[in-house]
C-alpha cells in the first residue's frame, strides 16, 4: 500500500457525539463500546435456502432495522421493505419465506429517531453495481464445472514458496497480451495466450517463469473504480475497501449480476490450482475505502474504528480512518471474512496490507483458524502503518513483534533498501549500485532476519535485533507495487551508468532475493525489466503505465531467460531454502570479507538435504572486478558473468579468483 498519495479518503474532522446517560451505546468512547453485547452466532449477514431467507445483522446502536427489497440493482423504488426484530446480543433478525433468489437488497438503521443511509451488509457475499445493494445468492450455484475436486497446491514448506504479486488488469490489458478478455478474472484465466512472436503471456509465462503462487492485488470489492462505466478507461489498485467479501465487479463481464463475479473468480482461481499455482489474496481490513458511509459505520456508528484523543477518527493508514480490530466483532468479522475466503473461494494465502494496524492477538487468531481449513495457507503483510495508531506498538503486529506471530511473515525492508537503495529517497544508492556500509544490511535479509552469530547488527539499516523467529516468517523482495519499479528506481539513482550496467544491478538484485533464505516476493514484469516510465506510484495512472507490456519479453529475452533459470535453481536446491533457524547458523557461514559492497558465504553439508555438498556464493556490488579467496578444492561455476548453469560454466580450482562487477558468483565443491 502506498504511504502518501493513496489518500481515497480525506482525513475529516469529526465532532464527538453527545454523551447521553439513557443510551450508553451512542457515546464514542472505547468504555462504552465495550458494554455493547458480542453476538457469538457465525450466521450474521443473508443466508439463502431456496424457498426462504434469513437477513440478520449486528447492530446494539439502532433503535430500530430494516431491509429493502430490490428488483434490480440500479431501482431507487423497493419491491417491500421489512422491519427486522431485535433477537438480543445486539442481534436483529427477519426471515422471509418466498424465494428472493437475485434480488437485491438494503439495510437501515434508526438511530437517535434518524433513519441512516440504506447500505449492504458487512458480510455481504454478492452485490450488485458498485456494491451499493447486496444480492441474494446461491453460492452453490456460482461453482465452475469441476470445483468439488480442486485442490490447493500442497506447501511442504512455507520456504518453497515463491511470490509473484500481480494486477488483475495489468497482466492482461495490453494490446499484444493475445488475450480476450482484457482486464477480467477470465483475462487471467486464459491458457494459450502468446504475442504476435510466439512469446507465452498471461498465465502460460507466469507458469513457465516457474513461481509457486500468484499474489493478487485487491480483487475484493473496491470503491475507486465505477462499474457502471467500463466502457471508459479506469484504473485503480483497490486499495479502498467497499465490500470485503464479495469479488471486485470490474473485473467480471458483469458487475450487476454477482453470481457471474463470484463464479469468474472462482474460475481463475481453479484455472490457477489445475496449473500448480496458489493465490494469495491482498486484503485491507486495516481501513474502508468510505468513512461515514461505510456498511460498518452505516450499521454501528463509530464501533468498527479507533478514535483519536479528540474523539474524531484515528488514521494510522493515512485514508481516513483505521479499523479497531480488537473490539470483538471487528475480531470476528476479520476471523470469518478470511475463513469464507479460504473456504468458499480456496485461496491459499492472504498479504495483510497495512498490517501494523491489526493487533497481534487477532492476527494469531486468524492464523489458528486458517490453519485448520490447511496447514498450508500462507500468511504474510506489511510490518509497519501509514502513521501513528493509539493502540500501543507493543501490541500491534509490527515487523519488531513478529517474534510473537504464529507462522505470519512479514515483509523485510531492511534487504530491500540494503539492496536497491532507500524508497523514499528516489536518488538513494543501495548495495548493488556501489553505496558503501549497506553489507550487513543485505547480509541480515540472507539470513532471513533470523537470529545468526555473524551479523553486526549495529551496522544493519533498520532493524538492530533479529525479528524473525524462523526464516519462513521473512518476505524478501527489493520491488513490489509501491513506489518505483526496481528498473525505474535503479534509473533514477544511477543516471549516468549505461543500460548494460542498469541491467546487471537489476539481475544482482533479485539474485540476492532468490539465493537469500525466506520466501522469496517478485514483481510481476520485473523479469522484463519492468518500467512505469518513472511514475513511483501508478494507483490510478492508466493502463499506458500500469499494463505489462509484452513486447518486452523479446526484447528483454535475456533478462527473462536469467529469471526463468534462478528460479529453478532455488526450487531444483532446497539449500536455499532452509525451514529453521538452526539449520541455517549450523550450515550458512560468511566469508571474512574486508572490501566494500562484496559478500560472500558458503553453504555446507548438503544442507536441508541438498545434492550439492558445500556452495559458495559472492555478491559483487562494486563497478568493478573484486578478488576473492576460496577454501582448496576443485569447483564448477553455477552463476558466472549473468549466466546460469546448474550442468556447470566452467571448472576453477581453490585459492585467488575474481568475482565480475555488479554480479554473482556461485560455485558448488566438487
Same mark, same amino acid.
Not at 447521553?20 to 443473508?46: A, M, N, R
Not at 423504488?77 to 428472493?100: C, E, Q, S, V, Y
Not at 478514535?307 to 470483538?328: H, I, L, V, Y
Not at 539449500?575 to 538452526?582: D, G, L, V, Y
Given at each position: ?36 453485547? !458480542? ?11 431456496? @424457498? ?55 439495510? /437501515? ?25 447486496? *444480492? ?23 520456504? $518453497? ?35 504476435? #512472436? ?12 516457474? !513461481? ?23 484504473? @485503480? ?29 472462482? /474460475? ?5 490450482? $489445475? ?5 494469495? *489474496? ?33 488514521? %494510522? ?24 475466503? %479460504? ?20 492476527? #494469531? ?44 511473515? %512479514? ?49 544493519? #539499516? ?31 539513482? @544511477? ?28 514483481? %510481476?514484469? !520485473? ?21 505489462? @507490456? ?27 531454502? *532452509? ?16 572490501? #566494500? ?30 578478488? !576473492? ?12 558473468? /549473468? ?9 576453477? /580450482? ?17
Amino acid at each position: 500500500m502506498y504511504l502518501k498519495t493513496k489518500l481515497y479518503v480525506p482525513v475529516i474532522a469529526l465532532i464527538i457525539m453527545r454523551l447521553t446517560t439513557s443510551c450508553k451505546e451512542h457515546q464514542t468512547s472505547d468504555t462504552s463500546y465495550d458494554e455493547y453485547p !458480542v453476538y457469538e452466532g457465525k450466521d450474521l449477514g443473508v443466508t439463502y435456502t431456496g @424457498n426462504k431467507t434469513t437477513f440478520k445483522i449486528w447492530s446494539p446502536a439502532a433503535q430500530k432495522v430494516r431491509v429493502h427489497i430490490y428488483e434490480k440493482d440500479a431501482d431507487r423504488k423497493p419491491l417491500f421493505t421489512r422491519a427486522l426484530g431485535n433477537i438480543g446480543r445486539g442481534a436483529w433478525a427477519l426471515t422471509i419465506n418466498r424465494d428472493l433468489l437475485r434480488k437485491y437488497y438494503t439495510f /437501515q438503521i434508526l438511530r437517535d429517531n434518524k433513519w441512516l443511509d440504506e447500505t449492504p451488509d458487512p458480510y455481504a457475499v454478492a452485490t450488485g453495481t458498485n456494491g451499493k445493494k447486496g *444480492m441474494i445468492a446461491d453460492l452453490s450455484s456460482t461453482n465452475p464445472p469441476g470445483w468439488e475436486s480442486d485442490r490447493r497446491p500442497a506447501v511442504r514448506q512455507a520456504t $518453497d514458496i515463491i511470490i509473484y504479486e500481480l494486477h488483475i488488469r495489468d497482466i492482461s490489458v495490453h494490446a499484444g497480451s493475445g488475450i480476450t478478455h482484457k482486464g477480467k478474472f477470465l483475462g487471467l484465466a486464459e491458457t494459450g495466450t502468446s504475442t504476435a #512472436n510466439g512469446e507465452s503471456t498471461g498465465l502460460d509465462h507466469i507458469r513457465e517463469l516457474g !513461481v509457486t503462487h500468484v499474489h493478487l492485488l485487491p480483487s475484493f470489492d473496491f470503491k475507486s473504480v465505477d462499474e457502471s462505466r467500463l466502457a471508459t478507461s479506469q484504473f @485503480n489498485w483497490g486499495y479502498d475497501p467497499q465490500n470485503y467479501n464479495t469479488p471486485e465487479g470490474s473485473y467480471a463481464t458483469d458487475s450487476s449480476d454477482g453470481h457471474v463475479r463470484i463464479k469468474e473468480f472462482k /474460475q481463475l482461481i481453479k484455472t490457477l490450482h $489445475d496449473y500448480g499455482i496458489g493465490v494469495i *489474496m491482498d486484503v485491507v481490513y486495516n481501513h474502508t475505502g468510505d468513512t461515514e458511509n461505510s456498511s460498518f459505520n452505516l450499521l454501528v456508528p463509530n464501533y468498527y474504528y479507533r478514535q483519536n484523543g479528540k474523539g474524531g477518527f484515528s488514521d %494510522a493508514s493515512a485514508c481516513g480512518n483505521e479499523t479497531a480490530s480488537e473490539r470483538p466483532m471487528m475480531r470476528k468479522f476479520m476471523l470469518e471474512s478470511v475463513r469464507f475466503w %479460504a473456504e468458499e473461494y480456496h485461496i491459499d494465502g492472504f498479504r495483510f496490507d497495512l498490517m501494523g494496524i491489526h493487533d497481534i492477538e487477532t492476527m #494469531n487468531l486468524i492464523s489458528d483458524e486458517l490453519k485448520k481449513t490447511d496447514p498450508g495457507i500462507f500468511i504474510y503483510g506489511e510490518g509497519w502503518t501509514a502513521s501513528e495508531s493509539p493502540l500501543p506498538d507493543s501490541l500491534r503486529a509490527l515487523k519488531h513483534n513478529t517474534y510473537g506471530l504464529n507462522d505470519i511473515a %512479514a515483509f523485510c525492508d531492511d534487504l530491500r533498501d540494503g539492496v536497491k537503495g532507500h524508497w523514499a529517497e528516489h536518488e538513494a544508492k543501495g548495495f548493488v549500485s556501489g553505496e558503501k556500509a549497506l553489507e550487513e544490511s543485505v547480509k541480515f535479509g540472507i539470513v532471513a532476519a533470523t537470529r545468526h552469530p555473524q551479523i553486526d547488527y549495529k551496522a544493519v #539499516n533498520y532493524s538492530k535485533a533479529p525479528w524473525a523467529r524462523e526464516p519462513s516468517q521473512t518476505i524478501n523482495y527489493v520491488s513490489c507495487h509501491d513506489n518505483h519499479t526496481l528498473y525505474d528506481k535503479l534509473k533514477i539513482a @544511477n543516471p549516468k551508468v549505461s543500460e548494460e550496467d542498469l541491467i546487471k544491478m537489476h539481475l544482482l538484485s533479485n539474485t540476492i532475493v532468490l539465493i537469500a533464505q525466506g520466501v522469496p516476493f517478485l514483481h %510481476a514484469g !520485473v523479469e522484463l525489466l519492468r518500467t512505469k516510465q518513472g511514475v513511483e506510484n501508478s494507483f490510478e495512472s492508466p493502463d499506458s503505465i500500469n499494463a505489462i @507490456n509484452w513486447g518486452w519479453k523479446s526484447a528483454n529475452r535475456q533478462v527473462y531467460e536469467y529469471y526463468r533459470k534462478l528460479i529453478k535453481l532455488r526450487k531444483n536446491h532446497p539449500a536455499f531454502r *532452509m525451514p529453521t533457524s538452526r539449520m541455517i547458523r549450523n550450515h550458512l557461514k560468511f566469508f571474512p570479507v574486508k572490501a #566494500n559492497n562484496l559478500i560472500g558465504f558458503q553453504i555446507t553439508g548438503n544442507a536441508n538435504g541438498d545434492t550439492w555438498q558445500d556452495i559458495l556464493v559472492f555478491f559483487n556490488g562494486n563497478n568493478q572486478p573484486m578478488p !576473492v579467496d576460496i577454501p582448496k578444492g576443485s569447483y564448477t561455476k553455477i552463476i558466472a558473468k /549473468q549466466q546460469i548453469d546448474e550442468n556447470g560454466l566452467g571448472d576453477l /580450482q581453490g585459492g585467488k579468483t575474481v568475482v565480475e562487477a555488479i554480479s554473482t558468483l556461485v560455485l558448488i565443491r566438487n
